[in-house]
């Protein structure tokens, strides 16, 4: 039901689109949140964004950097721009069901989400 693309390798300095696209229910209210992994480490949220689109929520490591927005509606972008080789990663999108779709006080956790998509991997070479 969730599904990103858009990754692939870049330089240092370059940017790059990730986008999440989620089939839900007629009815369904959701936020959705971008999340990162590297193997061995601990996954990390970087950005979700509410239902409407109004409000956004970043990680500070991509504050500044990195644009999450609300393009159909049932369709997210991630703007990555400067990328860093720190920001080498697997990326995954996931989805939050909830009544007014807004994103949780424990969003960067990510246990709140209830659809997670199989990840795209962006690498970053300087």
């Known amino acids: 039901q969730v599904e990103e693309s858009g990754g692939g390798s870049v330089q240092e300095g370059d940017s790059l689109e990730l986008s999440c696209t989620y089939s839900?229910?007629?009815?369904?209210?959701?936020?959705t949140g971008w999340f990162r992994q590297v193997p061995g480490k601990e996954r990390e949220g970087i950005s979700c964004?509410?239902?409407?689109?109004?409000?956004t929520i970043y990680a500070d490591s991509v504050k500044g950097r990195f644009t999450i927005t609300r393009g159909s509606r049932n369709t997210i972008y991630l703007q990555m721009n400067n990328m860093k080789p720190e920001d080498t990663a697997m990326y995954y999108c996931a989805v939050r069901k909830t009544q007014y779709g807004y994103c949780p006080g424990s969003w960067s956790k990510g246990t709140d989400f209830d659809y997670w998509g199989q990840g795209t991997q962006v690498t970053v070479s300087s």
């Open positions: 839900p229910l007629t009815a369904e209210t959701f936020a």
């Open positions: 964004i509410n239902w409407s689109g109004g409000s």
